[in-house]
């Protein structure tokens, strides 16, 4: 190292970490470094000012009542527990000497796992300590420095730099302190210095440093103590020491060197620049609490406290001999102390080599000479006292106890007290085996049980007793109750006017709890009733509290009196209080509930807002045996079983016995859980966590698991999580897991958050989850299949409307036969014979004389068989006008159109390919050949010229075309002429299209029938439409195409 003039420090051992080093000589980069400084030294000091006070142990309980938690093996903790520190995000940071470094979130410890993969130079870690500025620093028991900060490692010191790392201290302007076993280190910024003679300290190698709040540093290399004043820049020598030497920083500021198991006061209490920050991290075997207790491990095994009367009276002083100790092997995991630490909720924590402890106070006290001893309701004595009855349940045995400091001690009991209550005047009145005394501002006033109750005394048993301003009720084992009024006793003369409950108020006015859901006030001699009827329904009454509102409670819930009805009263607590049995309120009017899952502390504010509303749910904090309360409040008492002491503490009957609490000691927990993301996982697949988590394809289980580190109430945190739009908030409990199953492919936004034992809700922690779709998930593929089945059923469709369609052309087919097969019988039988006779009667008309009258009627007559006969063969022509073959098709068309225009059949030209009329259905065929007889007559009618028929076979369907060279063949609607109207709606009940052009060529009339080809069934029509000159051209084509042979069938004739 060089020294410059002034002495100061120049180039002073700068250990280059990496190429992005700043450079030691470098003056601008200096004063960066130093502003840098500065302000981290001013947040530091202002997190500390505004930093809630939070509480420390109670100094009043002795170290056996404090509640001693103890994880080990089994529990998850590792070993060799050498270094415990409390970052800001409230994880507590556990060290060991083999097992690396861990977290602990108030119930499981969980291994580190850097964001970007980076490990830890060594599992050994032997020391840590948390900076203002959010990082970690971590000092390693095989050497080296590394630093934590946003989830990464950066290693400022190689094992060969440092060796063993002993000590880490962050001083005042926020930089680190290192004691290692190749000297003293200083980290400013980015770079790491030396600490060597030029600056003041001599020593080759540090074994402690300490930079306290007043700006000072202390270190020691075992055989010197050195001291930086605060604003100095050198070192000096204070004094020698010897052994394994620690310093300790007390509460008032003074300094402590710690040799052994001796304590030396270095320096004496100071005001502090900084104030001491607890929990920030952990001393080897000894600290000073904010209370100003010591505990230390050297006295000589296991754990001690030294309270501040125990050591405040010189400047030395050992733990050796303390009385508060933890010393046997059932008391500890270990024996051995390896670090100790105060976190920022006035806890004690204890490493050892077994694993990790820690004491902290109970917020409810259990006594412990009460302790399962069947102890009654507390009640104040007249001089401010808490007294209450004990009742050893074992044998039998009685009497009267007086609290003080909680420790209770027997009182002069002539009666033998069982039972007590405090009437509402401060009238303390006791009841025994002997009598009931009450215990007033006159005196004591002595009454007698009742003479059936006194008689019995030896084998009847004191249940409870309630006491008004001048009447007393008491509840026996077998009498039932007995009512004490105006000197008198008397008993309900039928048991269902026994109350379950009495309560007293100030005005006199005495409420009783009656079977079947009565509530009865008597005010003198006013007596009002109410029942079911009006709402009141606790089952059996457990607790009744006058006032307004009047409140009742039972064993299925609370009610408030509004106005003459009862309503329910519901309370915000989570699994609910059970029943009530007791209530008191503080100085701070703060109303504690004694109930039977435990103690229910609700605000002014929340009181007035639920008696109000009771449909509001009454929010508090329940006290259950995690807070100390155990077995929750006694019930079946039938009296109070609350009570406020006259120093603010308050005491409650339990089911185990009695407890108090202090509620000036009971603060609300201010921070906000965060939740943290530790894992997904997919059966036994777990994916690397991100801010979005990329699952494998086609994934419907998951599995998230999170956590919210509390050290406070670990077991009170309550988590909420969701799927972002996927409905509302699920409420886990304490459950740090969460499981879905079926989710869909797609983005999935997981919530949670954390409610802490306050009711202080956390932020919203969220984490996207990107389950990829199999091809058989995506939207293609459904909307493939979707078509593929769509098209399957039209295809079955189809094929079904074949099959019927078949089977109604085959029936027509058959039907149709067979009435050509009657025609054809007519043909040959009856209209032959008919036919015949007709020949027969004009041979024998030709024979009668031609003015004869015979002969005139005989001719007559003649005429009308004729007739007869035109329509029995025009019946036998509907027969056959079925079609069921080409010809008889094409026949019947050109034997219609010589009937009704003569002569035209010889001027109609016939085009068709074979097989055209085979593909219209059946059923078709009539409708088809009426509309082109139709339209070949108008054709014949208007032109003299030829006309044209053509069938066209090739598309789908069968189009007929009539075309002829006339200038307007017949092609409009005339008045009282329905030929075209006929054949438009033949036309359109067939499912055809009917389409006639006109133009100077001629006239066109085009009839297409949609058929299927190979089923012959009626599809879509498929008539193309044209324009006025497409349409003109069209027609010109038809007419102008060259004619035919004649068709033979024009020269058949109809038989």
Same mark, same amino acid.
């Given at each position: ?273 900084? @104030? ?767 004619? @035919? ?11």
């Amino acid at each position: 190292m060089e020294r410059d003039e002034s002495g100061g420090m120049a180039r002073t051992g700068c250990l280059k970490l990496d190429r992005e080093s700043f450079s030691c000589n470098n003056p601008g980069m200096s004063i960066i470094l130093r502003f840098q400084t500065w302000l981290r030294t001013t947040l530091f000091v202002l997190s500390c000012a505004v930093a809630p006070t939070a509480l420390a142990l109670d100094p009043g309980i002795a170290l056996d009542g404090y509640r001693h938690e103890r994880w080990g093996e089994l529990e998850g903790a590792p070993r060799y527990v050498d270094a415990l520190a409390r970052s800001q995000d409230g994880w507590l940071w556990v060290g060991s000497r083999y097992a690396g470094l861990l977290r602990f979130d108030g119930q499981r410890f969980l291994p580190f796992e850097t964001a970007d993969g980076s490990r830890l130079q060594s599992n050994s870690i032997s020391a840590l300590r948390p900076g203002p500025d959010g990082q970690l620093w971590i000092g390693h028991g095989n050497g080296g420095l590394s630093a934590l900060r946003k989830g990464r490692y950066r290693h400022l010191l190689t094992p060969e730099q440092s060796g063993s790392i002993f000590a880490v201290s962050v001083g005042a302007d926020g930089a680190p302190w290192i004691a290692s076993w190749r000297g003293l280190f200083r980290v400013d910024g980015d770079r790491v210095v030396r600490i060597g003679p030029e600056l003041g300290y001599d020593g080759a190698r540090a074994e402690y440093v300490l930079a306290d709040g007043a700006g000072r540093v202390w270190a020691t290399d075992g055989a010197t103590l050195y001291l930086r004043e605060a604003g100095a820049t050198r070192f000096r020598s204070v004094r020698p020491v010897r052994g394994d030497p620690m310093l300790l920083e007390a509460r008032d500021g003074g300094i402590w060197l710690v040799l052994g198991k001796q304590f030396e006061q270095v320096a004496p209490p100071s005001p502090r620049r900084v @104030p001491i920050q607890p929990g920030s991290a952990s001393t080897y075997q000894s600290l000073f609490d904010r209370d100003g207790n010591v505990w230390s491990n050297n006295c000589p095994v296991g754990v001690c406290v030294l309270r501040p009367a125990d050591w405040q009276r010189g400047e030395r002083f050992t733990p050796v001999g303390a009385a508060e100790r933890l010393d046997q092997p059932w008391q500890m995991t270990s024996l051995s102390v390896l670090a100790l630490m105060e976190d920022g909720d006035g806890s004690i924590w204890i490493g050892t080599p077994s694993g990790l402890e820690r004491l902290r106070d109970y917020a409810v006290h259990m006594v412990p000479e009460l302790l399962d001893r069947g102890v009654s309701h507390p009640a104040l004595h007249p001089d401010g006292g808490i007294v209450a009855a004990r009742a050893q349940r074992l044998d039998d045995t009685s009497g009267l106890v007086r609290i003080e400091n909680g420790r209770p001690h027997d009182l002069p009991d002539p009666i033998a007290t069982r039972v007590l209550d405090r009437a509402p005047d401060g009238t303390l009145v006791l009841g025994g085996q002997h009598g009931i005394e009450r215990h007033g501002r006159a005196g004591v006033e002595r009454i007698a049980l009742p003479p059936a109750v006194s008689a019995a005394a030896d084998s009847i048993r004191l249940r409870s007793l309630t006491a008004g301003n001048d009447e007393v009720w008491l509840w026996t084992g077998r009498m039932g109750a007995w009512h004490y009024r105006n000197g008198a006793w008397t008993r309900p003369p039928v048991r269902e006017d026994q109350p379950q409950e009495v309560a007293f108020d100030a005005a006199g006015r005495s409420y009783l709890g009656l079977r079947g859901n009565r509530l009865r006030i008597v005010d003198g001699d006013a007596v009002r009733e109410y029942g079911a009827q009006d709402g009141l329904e606790v089952g059996k009454f457990s607790l009744i509290v006058p006032g307004q509102p009047l409140l009742v409670a039972g064993e299925d819930g609370m009610q408030v009196l509004q106005g003459s009805r009862f309503r329910r009263l519901a309370v915000a607590a989570p699994d609910g209080i059970g029943a009530a049995s007791g209530i008191v309120t503080d100085t701070a009017g703060v109303r504690w509930i004694n109930a039977e899952r435990g103690i229910y502390r609700v605000t002014p504010d929340d009181w007035t807002r639920s008696m109000n509303a009771p449909g509001i749910a009454l929010r508090g904090r329940l006290f259950d045996a995690a807070d100390g309360y155990l077995g929750g409040g006694v019930l079946g008492m039938l009296s109070r079983t609350a009570a406020l002491a006259s120093d603010g503490t308050l005491w409650f009957a339990g089911e185990r016995g009695l407890a108090w609490i202090d509620p000036r000691r009971i603060g609300s927990n201010p921070s906000t859980p965060a939740v943290e993301v530790l894992g997904v996982s997919s059966g036994a697949r777990r994916y690397p966590l991100g801010a979005s988590v990329t699952l494998d394809e086609g994934t419907e289980t998951v599995q998230i698991d999170y956590t919210a580190p509390s050290l406070r109430m670990p077991q009170k945190v309550r988590f909420h999580f969701r799927l972002a739009g996927n409905g509302e908030w699920e409420d886990a409990g304490a459950r740090r897991s969460a499981f879905f199953q079926r989710l869909p492919p797609g983005l999935h936004t997981f919530e949670v958050m954390a409610v802490n034992e306050s009711g202080v809700a956390g932020p919203v922690t969220a984490l996207v989850l990107h389950i990829p779709a199999h091809y058989y998930q995506t939207w293609w593929f459904l909307a493939a299949c979707l078509l593929a089945i769509l098209s399957l059923l039209a295809l079955a469709y189809r094929q079904r409307t074949r099959r019927l369609a078949r089977r109604i052309e085959e029936g027509l087919l058959a039907r149709l036969r067979e009435r050509e097969s009657i025609a054809r019988s007519l043909h040959d039988t009856f209209l032959q014979s008919v036919q015949g006779m007709l020949l027969r009667m004009h041979a024998v008309a030709s024979r009668l004389p031609a003015d004869s009258r015979e002969r005139a009627e005989f001719e007559r007559v003649m005429e009308d068989a004729e007739r007869v006969l035109e329509e029995g063969r025009d019946e036998v022509q509907g027969l056959r006008r079925g079609f069921a073959d080409a010809d008889a098709f094409w026949q019947g068309l050109l034997r219609d159109v010589e009937l009704i225009v003569p002569g035209g059949g010889k001027r109609l030209a016939l085009s068709a390919p074979p097989g055209a009329v085979e593909r219209l259905p059946v059923r078709l065929r009539r409708d088809v050949h009426a509309i082109v007889r139709e339209a070949l007559v108008n054709a014949l009618r208007h032109t003299p010229g030829p006309v044209r028929l053509e069938a066209d076979a090739r598309q789908r369907g069968l189009t007929l075309t009539v075309c002829d060279t006339g200038a307007d063949g017949g092609a409009r609607d005339k008045p009282g002429h329905f030929g075209l109207q006929g054949m438009r709606e033949r036309a359109t009940q067939i499912g055809a299209r009917l389409r006639i052009d006109s133009g100077p060529a001629g006239t066109r009339v085009m009839l297409a029938i949609p058929v299927d080809s190979d089923q012959a069934v009626p599809s879509r029509p498929a008539l193309s439409t044209s324009t006025e000159e497409t349409a003109i051209e069209d027609v010109s084509k038809c007419t102008q195409r060259p004619l @035919p042979a004649p068709n033979r069938l024009t020269d058949r004739t109809r038989t």
